[in-house]
């Protein structure tokens, strides 16, 4: 087997969870005002593509698409251990939908050239559709296995490199096999992200205090860069329309616990501090 794998890890850079972001009036988030985070689901995709080069040998890619401050994540993603970063960032992408999305990712794939093994995260906290993964397979041809927990390479009977993965399935699980190149995404019951590496570390640092050097690491890309037809990306691309959005809960509240004590005691305080004792019966 190649210990020369090309190794792709799609990204994305999300609000946080745990800080507010605004709505803009179209519907979609206000990104500029909301904290940022590495998307949770992404950490595992990652951790797979970084698994691979470790056991497998080969470079790990990172590729993202967003407005400028996602150069974050690429960094963030070698000091865990990737070798280089691609951002598309265009204005001409912003409100872009899944079907949008999965365009012009597909577009920056096939500019760097279609790599053995991609893998993407189940979804997004964003957006929670888990659409963007197995759409950019279809548009490359690629065979695809998704929600995807475990994973191995073996060579074939025709002496080809083969992926053997694991799919999370209702009610168990499904052995799949897939020739290479193929396309992976990855559960969150797969192994966490690992520590940041102190080579990686010190090679961001670097980057860092060298802007021409970190230019040749991590390269922003545009739409006409990547051949990508601006018509299909962005709102114009986008036939998913937010009709309307709705605010459901506030962060914060009180948390009271209720422990050592009998369980009638307990649901009888329940009933009481909720003022719907009159509704039930203990």
Avoid at 15 to 44: C, E, W
Avoid at 77 to 102: C, N, P, Q
Avoid at 124 to 141: K, M, S, Y
Avoid at 161 to 188: C, D, F, S, Y
Wanted: glycine residues 8%; neutral net charge.
């Amino acid at each position: 087997m190649s210990n020369n794998l090309q190794i792709f890890a799609l990204i994305k850079q999300v609000p946080d969870q745990s800080a507010k972001s605004g709505i803009n009036p179209d519907g979609t988030i206000d990104r500029a005002r909301a904290k940022r985070m590495l998307n949770p689901f992404d950490r595992y995709a990652l951790q797979a593509a970084l698994h691979v080069k470790k056991q497998y040998g080969g470079t790990v890619t990172v590729v993202s698409m967003g407005p400028p401050p996602a150069m974050e994540i690429l960094l963030e993603a070698i000091e865990h251990g990737a070798d280089r970063g691609y951002l598309l960032s265009d204005r001409r992408l912003a409100a872009s939908d899944t079907l949008a999305t999965a365009y012009a990712l597909h577009c920056v794939v096939k500019h760097l050239g279609v790599p053995h093994l991609t893998f993407c995260g189940l979804q997004t906290t964003d957006g929670d559709t888990a659409q963007v993964g197995p759409q950019i397979a279809e548009r490359l041809d690629l065979p695809q296995a998704s929600y995807c927990e475990d994973f191995r390479i073996e060579n074939g009977p025709d002496g080809q490199p083969h992926v053997i993965a694991r799919r999370v399935i209702e009610g168990g699980h499904q052995w799949v096999k897939m020739q290479i190149p193929a396309l992976i995404t990855v559960a969150n019951s797969y192994h966490p992200l690992a520590y940041k590496s102190i080579a990686g570390t010190k090679k961001v640092q670097a980057l860092l205090r060298n802007e021409e050097e970190k230019n040749q690491v991590i390269k922003t890309v545009t739409l006409d860069d990547v051949g990508a037809d601006p018509i299909l990306c962005g709102l114009k691309g986008s036939p998913t329309i937010v009709a309307k959005t709705d605010k459901v809960a506030e962060i914060g509240g009180s948390c009271v616990v209720q422990q050592g004590e009998p369980v009638e005691h307990m649901i009888s305080t329940l009933l009481q501090k909720t003022a719907i004792k009159e509704f039930l019966a203990v």
